[in-house]
């Protein structure tokens, strides 16, 4: 874009506001103006005029995209439809970081990443959701979960809201795992980088289903997970700044209520009935694991 070489007058920078205000609510578009289909060579499809995505995996090779805008913050939603039948050895990774073209040796110490990852199963078993939060390059914050329904049989929605003083992780509206900020406790929060969606379909029967027991079934070729209905209510960074600070607080509106959203009463019940029945591996009770003491944000309720 270039600028008048003249001072900009009132309207000018008006039109600027304007312009960036709108780009706060990042309203869903198509999957061709939202995405980039980045690897699997033909494996990664758009389709119905850009309503729905779809990944494969062969034994050749698996598939992935990525969005083609960076956030900063932001409600992300997305529908996803797994792997059905015998999905075993295989995983859909569903999740945000910082983008790739730094390069993970130069990202060292500060990679972060907020992960959704689906491990599939022998028809009839059960998925496991896997979740995992990294900051600063240090994860080991996993919990994992069944499902209440089948993730194959449907389209379901699974959200990231990502705030500054938390990240919460949702699926059809349920909370199933809330990450605080505990950086008064010196726990590093993922909160200086911007980051881009990504989606992956991939081999990994080394470990995935019941810990590398048992392995894909290539005859069952090819696995697709199926992608819907993506919308990110989001601050777009773009060339070193975020659509959201030119916002000015009067203009807060019900759109941008996720950038302060925190777990109400109700949405607590969700989560405890959640983490109650469907959590299966929560690395905040691995005693065994951390013999030195429990990571500090493990400590806060
Ligand atoms: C697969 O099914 C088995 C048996 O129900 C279960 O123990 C396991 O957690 C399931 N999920 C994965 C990914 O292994
Ligand atoms: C698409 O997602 C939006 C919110 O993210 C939701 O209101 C709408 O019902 C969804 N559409 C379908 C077809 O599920």
């Known amino acids: 874009m270039s600028f008048p070489c003249t001072t900009p007058t009132v309207p000018f920078m008006l039109l600027i506001s304007l312009v960036l205000a709108s780009f706060m609510v990042v309203s869903a578009g198509t999957f061709y103006q939202d995405f980039d289909l980045k690897w699997g060579d033909g494996r990664a499809k758009i389709q119905n005029n850009g309503e729905l995505l779809t990944l494969s995996l062969d034994k050749a090779s698996g598939s ?24 075993a050895g295989t995983v859909t990774a569903y999740y945000a970081s910082p983008p790739i073209h730094i390069s993970l040796s130069s990202q060292g110490n500060t990679h972060d990443e907020i992960d959704f990852e689906f491990l599939g199963n022998l028809s009839g078993d059960p998925y496991i959701l896997h979740t995992n939060v990294f900051s600063q390059g240090k994860g080991n914050r996993e919990q994992q979960f069944y499902l209440w329904f089948d993730p194959t049989a449907d389209f379901h929605t699974y959200s990231i809201l990502w705030n500054p003083q938390r990240i919460i992780f949702s699926v059809d509206g349920t909370p199933i795992r809330e990450f605080k900020n505990s950086e008064s406790i010196g726990v590093p929060f993922p909160k200086n980088q911007p980051m881009r969606i990504y989606s992956s379909l991939w081999n990994a029967d080394d470990w995935a289903t019941r810990g590398g027991l048992v392995k894909t079934d290539w005859t069952q070729a090819p696995f697709t997970a199926s992608y819907m209905n993506f919308s990110a209510n989001a601050c777009v960074w773009s060339s070193g700044a975020s659509s959201c600070t030119s916002t000015s607080p009067s203009s807060t509106s019900s759109d941008n209520a996720w950038l302060t959203q925190q777990l109400d009463s109700t949405s607590q019940e969700r989560l405890q009935w959640v983490q109650k029945n469907y959590m299966i591996y929560n690395y905040c009770t691995d005693t065994k694991r951390f013999p030195q003491g429990l990571p500090p944000e493990c400590n806060l309720s």
């Open 64 to 87: 992935g995209f990525q969005s083609k805008s960076e956030y900063l913050f932001g409600k992300i939603d997305m529908q996803l439809k797994l792997v059905p039948g015998n999905s």
